[in-house]
């Protein structure tokens, strides 16, 4: 399989270690064709977008809320004409340490753990490391985490997709200091 | 008094002797009646004069010259005029405020309902609006405010005559529909735009209750769908109705109840059905009233595909209306009954096809033939070649609108300069246009600065962010720039793109007619705001979103706050103690700081940090219903 960035270790995780997904579905590469860090609004990734299918092209771009400003009684009806059982969209804020800012995005735009991190990397305009099931994010100041149903602050990545598309609330990407002491789970 | 006002008096007394002379004696002629208070109070004063004039203070001199000027004023629809004439002196505030019939208020928390009733008396129509515009696009929490329901309730006390209510985003609830059929006898026309928090059950009590109803007109409202046949809920015989729009009841309907309502609704000219209503159902509604000039068509499908001569002659339909001259609708079109409407298209003005996914080969035989159209609305799906088709036959063309088929910031985008330039080169008298894009050049936009001198309204949405001249890289500043230089009668301007300072400069230059400015993701520093709070002495209404605008730029328009309807800032970069700055030095404005959502919580990361201002002047101080997640400083 082709070696595209660090995301694709996730990607090769062998039968006995935890997979990033539901048993017996097949990881496939996620990220776009290029090696370059796709830059928001650059001409090439829009290229990549068009051409191919979600699933192969790049990362699709983390959708603003109220951006294009088309009223959601104009989205809806065009989209039942669609024919897309694209539901309400699950927005979760994201905040980062430092960041005067919040951001909110969809997550049901993103079909695999790889999509989110690059959507959250070029929102921010950071990077966050290699992921390593026992340690954590490594390689990096910045750690992805979320707060889940309880209440609890995980580590992103910690579990799979799905469950983790369920019972996440919100994302902060934390820096330094505060991460330690942060293991996976409870 | 003014000296003015004294030698008016004096004047006046000779007018006020004939007049009481005349009281006191047709009040001595009817000795049967007791008297009048008005001539027993001339006696009285008559008997007063000459014991004590200097303390004899007539209240008809007022009398005589309010019903002069009310007799006057009558003429006076404008509110702008109105609000001068009101301010000349007490004695005309009084007669303007008695003879005010529309009471336009354009943001609801701006006054009291207790003022408007207190000041106007005899109100017949009110128009109302609530919530900023950006709360459309799921930028302000649910349940911020902006109800209906205390208006209904002071309204209803205290102008029982009232025939006319014209809401936009406003919350509204079923009991206030309820309140307002049983209190208005007379009440004529209701208007619901974009607002939210009633059913079909709230639209089934006005239906039965208001039996001079003439408009009813739910336009882009949420509408719950309660299961009930409202339809069958007007009353059984002949009614006033004039204006029936329903196109956004997202629930099906009771097709006969609506048929034989049109059957006796002789008066009955705009009918905007919804998407529930068939072709087949459409076309027996149109046999049953071919004098309608306005029609929504409802799905514009067939809800069964029957062949040949078993289907309803649907142009022969269309040819029998022959006043139609508005179409919208076509909100699940089967392109191959769209000829159908060719017999109309010579006469219609205003053509709304944006809920249909229209390709160029499906719009030019149509267009063709709209010579007349002067308002045109479709989806970027007619490419930029059907914007030359429109530019080549619609000469009259006033307004645009070019709404995204897909409108995420990603997509592919079928339009560009090329429509936008050919729209300008072929649509002189173009007054207003709304254009989503993907690709957009300075050339074009500046194109459209000269060959369109009557615009008025000019929004561009590039919808990706922070895109640049897409042939030279360049920021937009200079196209937008030609805009508010060249199109001199311009009041509403919303920009996107890549826009520098530069840009901005431009518009407080040149802008100075812009009322309402929409601003998003754009400019690089306070200078910006600066610019446009100090250079557009017009501003009523800015809405600002993502953009590096922070307590300095807010600062520089302090002069100007009390002067205009509504600042909105939100995701820009303002801090608690800036915003608190302007709430202490300016009074007369509320200050509202919140978050996107309900459920805000302190959080480390943004405890300073604002996430939407709204500013917004006030005659009666901060509003008490504000929820919890709204702090006003």
Redesign the interface.
Known sequence: MEKVGDYDELVNLKATELRLGLPGTEETISCGKSNKRAL??DDTE?EI??TGKTETASP??A?????????????N??QT?KNESEGQGNYV?V????????R?IDLTVYKKYPELMKSLENMFKFSVGEYFEREGYKGSDFVPTYEDKDGDWMLIGDVPWEMFVSSCKRL?IMKGSEVKGLGCGV | MTEEEEDSSAKMSEDVKRYLKLDTRSSAAATSEPPCSSSSSASALANNKSRNFKSFEPPCPDHVLENVLENVLQFLTSRCDRNAVSLVCRSWWRVEAQTRFEVFIGNCYSLSPLRLTHRFTRVRSLVLKGKPRFADFNLMPRNWGAQFAPWVAATAKAYPWLEKVHLKRMFVTDDDLALLAESFPGFKELTLVCCEGFGTSGIAVVANKCRQLKVLDLLESEVTDDEVDWLSCFPASETHLESLSFDCVESPINFKALEELVVRSPFLKKLRTNRFVSLEVLHRLMVRAPQLTSLGTGSFSPENVLQGEQEPDYAAAFRACKSISCLSGFRDLTPEYLPAISPVCANLTSLNFSYANISPDMLKPIIRNCHNIRVFWALDSICDEGLQAVAATCKELRELRVFPFDPREDSEGPISGVGLQAISEGCRKLESILYFCQRMTNGAVTAMSENCPQLTVFRLCIMGRHRPDHVTGKPMDVGFGAIVKNCKKLTRLAVSGLLTDEAFSYIGEYGKLIRTLSVAFAGNSDRALRYVLEGCPKLQKLEIRDSPFGDVGLRSGMHRYCNMRFVWLSSCVLSRGGCREVAHALPNVVVEVFGSDDDDDDDTVTGDYVETLYLYRSLDGPRKDAPKFVTIL
């Open positions: 928001p609004d829009k977008e068009s699709p771009k959708q603003i809320v109220g951006w294009p400003p088309v009223r959601s009684y104009r989205r009806s065009i004409k804020k905040s980062m340490d430092g960041a005067p800012y919040l909110k902060r």
